[in-house]
């Protein structure tokens, strides 16, 4: 950025909070563009759900994929979960109030599955699995909002909404449900966020996820980690 250029940063946007700042001050001073990889802000699945938020009230997230030798000089929570802690975050306009997790060391050195439970102080509470010791592939996001149930598929790309109850909001003993599919044009997500990141590069419009998201996102994920550490005391676990 002091040499004059426009960068694309892979998240995590930064090991700690003062080197995210640093970051963030660069920006400021030179004026460069500066987007954080957080890919899932542009799967399809996701952007077709942002309009449909209204006040979202109960959150579960499971991102849970099979064990393989890359990222395990990171915990679980900054390789996968972030993306998750970042979509949320995204999702819920209020402050933090509270986080707990737990995780646990399996087949590395470092956390390999992780769970963290964060409230809002608007009182949404936001459950998160991440896992990289599953036999199985699973990435999908699910919430409550009043009369409605959403849940996103990040890998098919898919959202489905529930709708209980009329249009005039009216309760009923035998409440209709109505399902119904947003409409989703398929891209691949990492192509989306590099034409993104290029659209500001010529506009010189804001990024989609700025440098200050990424911090928020790397915040929350450090506060996990902390909870986890403090699990591991309980539990008379080394490291």
Do not use: W
């Given at each position: 950025?002091q040499a004059g250029i426009d960068v694309l940063v892979e998240k995590p946007l930064a090991s700690s909070l003062a080197e995210a700042d640093e970051l963030i001050a660069s920006v400021k001073k030179t004026?460069?563009?500066?987007?954080?990889?957080?890919?899932?802000?542009?799967?399809?699945?996701?952007?077709?759900?942002?309009?449909?938020?209204?006040?979202?009230?109960?959150?579960?997230?499971?991102?849970?994929?099979?064990?393989?030798?890359?990222?395990?000089?990171?915990?679980?929570?900054?390789?996968?979960?972030?993306?998750?802690?970042?979509?949320?975050?995204?999702?819920?306009?209020?402050?933090?109030?509270?986080?707990?997790?737990?995780?646990?060391?399996?087949?590395?050195?470092?956390?390999?599955?992780?769970?963290?439970?964060?409230?809002?102080?608007?009182?949404?509470?936001?459950?998160?699995?991440?896992?990289?010791?599953?036999?199985?592939?699973?990435?999908?996001?699910?919430?409550?909002?009043?009369?409605?149930?959403?849940?996103?598929?990040?890998?098919?790309?898919?959202?489905?909404?529930?709708?209980?109850?009329?249009?005039?909001?009216?309760?009923?003993?035998?409440?209709?449900?109505?399902?119904?599919?947003?409409?989703?044009?398929?891209?691949?997500?990492?192509?989306?966020?590099?034409?993104?990141?290029?659209?500001?590069?010529?506009?010189?419009?804001?990024?989609?996820?700025?440098?200050?998201?990424?911090?928020?996102?790397?915040?929350?994920?450090?506060?996990v980690l902390e909870q986890i550490e403090s699990h591991h005391g309980r539990l008379n676990l080394a490291g």
């Amino acid at each position: 950025m002091q040499a004059g250029i426009d960068v694309l940063v892979e998240k995590p946007l930064a090991s700690s909070l003062a080197e995210a700042d640093e970051l963030i001050a660069s920006v400021k001073k030179t004026g460069r563009i500066a987007q954080v990889g957080h890919l899932e802000r542009f799967n399809p699945a996701v952007r077709a759900t942002i309009p449909l938020v209204t006040r979202p009230m109960f959150f579960e997230i499971h991102r849970l994929s099979v064990f393989t030798p890359r990222s395990l000089d990171i915990d679980v929570v900054l390789d996968l979960m972030i993306h998750d802690l970042d979509a949320v975050l995204s999702f819920v306009n209020s402050p933090i109030r509270e986080i707990r997790a737990a995780g646990l060391p399996i087949l590395s050195t470092k956390v390999d599955i992780a769970n963290a439970r964060i409230e809002f102080e608007s009182g949404c509470i936001a459950n998160f699995t991440a896992s990289r010791v599953s036999t199985e592939r699973v990435r999908k996001l699910r919430f409550f909002q009043p009369r409605q149930y959403i849940s996103i598929d990040y890998g098919r790309q898919d959202v489905l909404v529930f709708t209980v109850g009329s249009d005039e909001g009216v309760p009923s003993a035998n409440p209709e449900i109505k399902i119904s599919k947003p409409e989703i044009i398929p891209e691949e997500p990492l192509h989306a966020e590099i034409r993104a990141f290029l659209h500001s590069v010529r506009t010189r419009q804001k990024p989609v996820v700025p440098l200050e998201d990424g911090r928020r996102a790397l915040a929350v994920a450090l506060e996990v980690l902390e909870q986890i550490e403090s699990h591991h005391g309980r539990l008379n676990l080394a490291g």
